[in-house]
């Protein structure tokens, strides 16, 4: 079983910075694509950024790249989500999700080729 903890959110300013954190216990990454997605109230859960794991390949949402850098620390099993220039339609809770397979990393932004998930942590941005 693999247990996924995220951490970080909280309140920024329209242009400020946020760094989340997504920790697992129990199992390594070592063969997983891990993944952020977020959800809005009403909205369905996107597609944010994804990692490879070993390789390191790095997949952003059109609506974050530019801003957001997703990284990984291997020997800690944590992954991280830097969030610049937030905006407040960044809004969201943020929850970070390992791949089912490695033969799903084309399909990266589907959030059904993921199985495991943590519980998600609040991002509010005020304007």
């Known amino acids: 079983q693999v247990q996924l903890v995220e951490s970080g959110g909280g309140l920024v300013q329209a242009g400020g910075s946020l760094r989340l954190s997504c920790t697992a216990s129990?199992?390594?990454?070592?063969?997983?694509?891990m993944g952020w997605f977020r959800q809005a109230p009403g909205k369905e859960r996107d597609f944010v950024a994804a990692?490879?794991?070993?390789?390191?390949?790095?997949y952003y949402a059109d609506s974050v790249k530019g801003r957001f850098t997703i990284s990984r620390n291997n020997a800690k099993n944590t992954m991280y989500l830097q969030m610049n220039s937030l905006k407040p339609e960044d809004k969201a809770v943020y929850f970070c999700?390992?791949?089912?397979?490695?033969?799903?990393?084309?399909?990266?932004?589907?959030?059904?080729?993921?199985?495991?998930w943590g519980q998600g942590t609040q991002v509010t941005v005020s304007s």
């Open positions: 999700a390992r791949g089912a397979s490695s033969r799903y990393t084309p399909h990266y932004y589907n959030k059904n080729n993921y199985d495991y």
């Open positions: 990692i490879s794991w070993i390789g390191g390949s790095t």
């Open positions: 129990g199992r390594t990454f070592s063969d997983a694509l």
